[in-house]
């Protein structure tokens, strides 16, 4: 049996009127439910985490390096890890979907399905509502549809109508009405699908009030390598999640954000609610000194950074660190995209671990050391079994870690002059380690970035803010005015606030 941290997105729904300046937003409450059952040692839970991260980030790399027309995307299956899925309803049926930002469109399992390789790929007992679809009421997509096209990654109608054999003269002359969309092949880092695309109603809400979509485009997979679970696509693309919502509410679908509830893979903390939030509330402002120190202020934003080769991620520039008092510089690859689509750091929901360019980990990992290093012993064998570092022995399981801890202070630099303070919860993870075969059980703490491979490996992203370091902000994508928000909250406490109006 698999094991997932998952953030499960209710469907109940509340519609919020906050101001006359401010429009409708939709608020989605994710629940955090955790699932240790794989993981015998919180070490092993690490070090699959850690694993899937670094594996996830790499593929996106190759794939970024390929020859063929292929859409390789940055998802991977999302487990295990820190996952975040959401279920609605479609026609007259529901289903659960990963939510990731990473890639750009929305799939589903079709009945008769077949998942090859994907035994342990996922908890049943985790997620509801995981029965591939009875496609009733959905209606194909014609191959000379502007949603067959971008499902097919821009190639003409003309052609894809031809695929679907829709007779010359129809194609000169037609729209081919009768001819579905061809299938469409859709690979991610270790897992791949073959869908149709259809289209139906919507709804993200079982209860009324209920916003609902017409004409909603998603594709439906008889057939998946390694994907037992479909995907919302909350990226850049035509066919995503926000692109969809904003074609009929653009109030709605051109802002979102979300704000997770720190875990910590603590069971006590998981079973607060995350709000999901589309569209602009009336707490969203300007922060104007630039940085996030504390809950409860207007966030800072980054722009966001065009990406000519894959316009989906949601790229930004990462000027530096500090570490404590130190300010290291990031490379220039990772401060901005160049021309090939190359560079810059993805915001991604999917990932659990934020990654960084070879050169600025190690940069800040010696420092890291420097600090910390001097006051506590490297425990290197905790590093090979959870694929972390640099981690510590930081006291004996039987006496209490004191809140002074000697760790340094951890903030990211983003391009606009906007600056984000990390908690320290968020990059230095402390748990009990030992006890095994006669072990004495020691406290330990890891710093929780990765070193994200060979820079040799030119191409792709540099560097990749995972979730687990987004965890007790909001983090706002605004697309209208494309930029990132992030701002420091006390998001259990800020459901609460929605969820009384």
């Not at 919502?245 to 006590?268: Q, R, W």
């Not at 506590?376 to 694929?387: F, L, M, S």
């Amino acid at each position: 049996m698999a094991s997932s941290i998952l953030f499960i997105i209710f469907v109940a729904t509340i519609i919020l009127h906050v101001s006359i300046s401010y429009s409708s937003i939709l608020v989605l409450p994710l629940t955090h439910s955790l699932s240790k059952s794989q993981f015998n040692t919180t070490p092993h839970l690490l070090k699959s985490t850690s694993t899937h991260a670094a594996t996830r980030f790499r593929h996106r790399l190759h794939s970024q390096n390929q020859k063929q027309n292929h859409r390789l995307q940055v998802s991977l299956p999302l487990n295990p890890g820190s996952d975040y899925s959401l279920f609605f309803t479609l026609g007259s049926q529901t289903i659960s979907l990963y939510m990731d930002t990473g890639s750009d469109i929305v799939w589903l399992p079709c009945h008769p399905f077949d998942c090859m390789l994907c035994e342990g790929k996922f908890n049943p007992s985790t997620i509801p509502y995981t029965a591939p679809l009875n496609i009733t009421s959905a209606t194909p997509v014609t191959c000379k549809s502007r949603a067959c096209s971008v499902a097919h990654s821009s190639h003409p109608t003309s052609d894809l109508c031809a695929v679907a054999r829709c007779p010359l003269e129809e194609i000169e002359t037609a729209d081919c009405k009768k001819f579905s969309c061809p299938p469409f092949y859709y690979a991610y880092g270790d897992g791949s699908l073959i869908a149709h695309l259809y289209s139906d109603n919507l709804s993200l809400s079982l209860s009324s009030p209920s916003l609902v979509l017409n004409d909603f485009k998603f594709g439906c997979a008889h057939s998946t390598l390694g994907e037992p679970i479909g995907v919302a696509g909350f990226g850049r693309g035509a066919l995503s999640m926000p692109a969809q919502l904003a074609s009929s509410s653009p109030e709605i679908g051109n802002h979102f954000s979300y704000c997770l509830v720190s875990h910590s893979f603590d069971t006590d903390r998981v079973r607060m609610p995350s709000p999901l939030i589309l569209g602009r509330y009336n707490s969203v402002g300007e922060n104007k000194d630039r940085r996030t120190d504390s809950p409860g202020t207007d966030p800072v934003y980054t722009p966001m950074l065009k990406n000519p080769k894959h316009p989906y991620f949601y790229c930004v520039g990462l000027e530096g660190l500090s570490v404590g008092k130190k300010k290291i510089a990031a490379p220039e690859n990772l401060r901005r995209v160049d021309g090939r689509g190359n560079g810059g750091m993805v915001v991604d929901s999917g990932t659990t671990f934020t990654m960084l360019p070879p050169g600025l980990y190690e940069s800040v990992v010696a420092e890291f050391d420097n600090r910390v290093g001097s006051v506590y012993k490297r425990a290197i064998d905790v590093e090979g079994r959870t694929g972390l570092g640099p981690c510590y022995y930081i006291a004996g399981g039987d006496v209490k870690v004191s809140s002074n801890v000697v760790v340094p202070q951890l903030l990211l630099h983003f391009g606009g002059n906007s600056s984000v303070v990390m908690p320290r919860r968020n990059y230095f993870y402390e748990f009990l380690d030992g006890g095994d075969d006669g072990k004495v059980k020691r406290k330990v703490g890891c710093m929780m970035l990765m070193n994200g491979g060979d820079e040799s490996e030119s191409g792709g992203p540099a560097g990749l803010l995972g979730n687990y370091q987004q965890q007790g902000f909001e983090v706002v994508y605004d697309l209208e005015q494309e930029r990132i928000g992030f701002a420091r909250r006390k998001c259990a406490s800020l459901w609460d606030t929605l969820n009384q109006h």
